[in-house]
């Protein structure tokens, strides 16, 4: 299973791993487990002393075809190739601009257990498309005081790191990361700093930490942090357990501001009979200076296969968080919307696990939400994906149906809106459980549409469009209404220019459309 080049090598470690830390993989297979990562454990370079990395970044290419950009990569899986890796290997990605470049960090996970090294990931990009690998922070080395907590408590740590987030203090990056091991929910978040975004990186302590008993508390891992107007600085994190976490900094340090506080829950999902709906894990908090307002974004259900997005939003940023419907994020039900999730064109087999995201701008007030997305034809590759957010009317952030591939902001004109097209419903089952339960995806599927020049859908008197630029409005016969956001975008599936649509229905349900 641990060979290279095998489908199920990393994907199958890492998903376990992430088992074990939520308390959903049996106690019988950690033994297992022990037998898997000593047949797969990995010597990297020699680190410094210090522990920081030892990487040299790559050059990239000369030349770059967007067409060369698949969704599987057996053929540059191994570990000789990872200057190739481009957006191939990237799982629970954290990206933020610095200077020209945007930065990616991402879990330590490669297709086939191929890694020359292991830490997390890093690369950068200066469009969004094309991706050079820099390296790896930490190189195959365990962040030192992450791992005391660990070891001091009765675990082995996990030769790999998972789930980053970067951002920028003053003249200091702050990497925070997390770090678990082999007895569930015993994990920690810390933090590393540098004065360089590819390093070198020290590590600066603990910041959270979650152990392995029957107190009340989340998964200590996948942080994210969000500064305030003011100053102020608070992180959310958790994975399972009980939902998701914000915890108060200091800003001074980016540690905790009262060392050992756990911070309080402000976002949990609901129960089918009594069972969990599914897992809740990986926020993104962003603040919207224009709005005014805090989003946050979470991963919903299980990574390989039904993994989605949902969004709320507080007017601070320790909540209370509301979703689309108006309900505290906090009480115990599914909340809406629903802005990525499992989906499938025509003349492609479709991508699932597209959650775990990273929301970032450019700049100049272009959005961008990042995740990894997994190929139905083999869930083991991992690829990074960047689309472009709108944002509606009434401030809901809205997610493009297809891929960042360089699309400028250019109105659409309405004879360009005429045609036939291909729609998606963002609908979504609940099937309560884990990785045994979720095995289907759930693949949103596209139906024909065809907006007529005459005002109507699908050629049915009752069900009308009207557009104004850049929001067409569907209207259909049952009463729905549908506004979606209209703008020239890749055909990813066909490898080819279209236009593309993306918004809300009236109950909160995701539209995406792209002309054939």
């Known amino acids: 299973m641990c060979s290279a080049g095998t489908s199920n090598g990393a994907g199958f470690i890492y998903n376990v791993?992430?088992?074990?830390?939520?308390?959903?993989?049996?106690?019988?297979?950690?033994?297992?487990?022990?037998?898997?990562?000593?047949?797969?454990?990995?010597?990297?370079?020699?680190p410094g002393s210090d522990g920081t990395d030892t990487t040299t970044t790559i050059i990239p290419p000369v030349t770059f075809d967007i067409n060369s950009i698949n969704d599987t990569y057996a053929d540059v899986a191994a570990g000789t190739m990872y200057s190739k890796w481009g957006s191939y290997n990237v799982h629970d990605p954290s990206i933020k601009k610095f200077g020209s470049y945007y930065y990616c960090y991402s879990t330590d996970a490669s297709y086939g257990n191929t890694s020359p090294s292991w830490g997390l990931q890093v690369r950068k990009s200066k469009d969004l498309v094309q991706w050079t690998f820099v390296g790896w922070?930490?190189?195959?080395?365990?962040?030192?005081?992450?791992?005391?907590?660990?070891?001091?408590?009765g675990g082995t740590p996990y030769t790999s790191i998972w789930a980053p987030y970067i951002i920028k203090v003053g003249d200091t990056y702050r990497l925070y990361y997390s770090l678990t091991c082999d007895l569930p929910r015993l994990s920690v978040i810390g933090m590393a700093t540098s004065l360089y975004p590819d390093g070198p990186w020290t590590d600066k302590g603990q910041v959270v930490v979650s152990k392995n008993d029957n107190s009340v508390?989340?998964?200590?891992?996948?942080?994210?942090?969000?500064?305030?107007?003011?100053?102020?600085?608070?992180?959310?994190?958790?994975?399972?357990?009980?939902?998701i976490y914000v915890l108060k900094l200091d800003a001074s340090t980016g540690l905790a501001a009262t060392p050992g506080d756990k911070g309080k829950r402000i976002a949990n999902r609901g129960f089918t009979n009594g069972a969990y709906n599914g897992n809740i894990e990986g926020p993104e908090i962003i603040y919207n200076p224009t709005?005014?307002?805090?989003y946050l974004f979470i991963a919903y259900d299980w990574l390989e296969t039904k993994y989605n997005t949902r969004v709320c939003r507080a007017d601070s940023p320790t909540g209370p968080f509301y979703d689309y419907n108006g309900v505290d994020a906090n009480t115990n039900v599914?909340?809406?919307?629903?802005?990525?999730?499992?989906?499938?064109?025509?003349?492609?087999?479709?991508?699932?696990?597209?959650?775990?995201?990273?929301v970032f701008d450019d700049g100049n007030g272009q959005y961008y939400i990042a995740h990894q997305g997994r190929p139905s034809v083999s869930r083991y590759f991992m690829d990074l994906h960047v689309r472009k957010l709108f944002w509606t009317?009434?401030?809901?952030?809205?997610?493009?149906?297809?891929?960042?591939?360089?699309?400028?902001n250019n109105v659409v004109s309405r004879d360009s809106v005429i045609g036939n097209w291909e729609r998606i419903v963002l609908n979504y089952h609940v099937v309560p459980g884990y990785s045994a339960e979720q095995i289907s995806p759930d693949l949103q599927v596209s139906a024909a549409l065809s907006i007529d020049a005459g005002g109507t859908l699908n050629g049915v008197t009752n069900s009308t469009w009207t557009y104004n630029a850049p929001w067409l409005q569907l209207n259909w016969a049952d009463g729905t209404t549908e506004k979606v956001f209209v703008q020239?975008?890749?055909?990813?599936?066909?490898?080819?220019s279209s236009v593309i649509f993306s918004g809300l229905n009236n109950t909160g349900t995701a539209i995406w459309g792209k002309k054939i």
């Not at 809406?336 to 990273?358: D, E, L, R």
């Open 291 to 294: 709005l005014n307002k805090y």
């Open 17 to 46: 791993m992430k088992k074990i830390s939520r308390g959903i993989f049996p106690l019988v297979s950690i033994g297992l487990m022990f037998i898997l990562f000593g047949s797969c454990s990995k010597k990297g370079d020699t």
């Open 137 to 153: 922070v930490f190189n195959s080395v365990e962040p030192p005081l992450g791992a005391q907590y660990i070891t001091s408590s």
């Open 217 to 243: 508390q989340t998964n200590a891992i996948d942080p994210t942090v969000v500064t305030t107007p003011a100053g102020d600085q608070y992180l959310y994190y958790g994975s399972g357990w009980d939902g």
């Open 488 to 496: 020239k975008g890749r055909d990813w599936e066909n490898k080819k």
């Open 334 to 358: 599914d909340h809406a919307p629903m802005i990525i999730a499992p989906y499938q064109f025509n003349g492609h087999g479709g991508w699932q696990g597209v959650s775990h995201c990273s």
């Open 393 to 408: 009317a009434d401030g809901w952030p809205v997610a493009s149906p297809e891929r960042y591939a360089w699309e400028g």
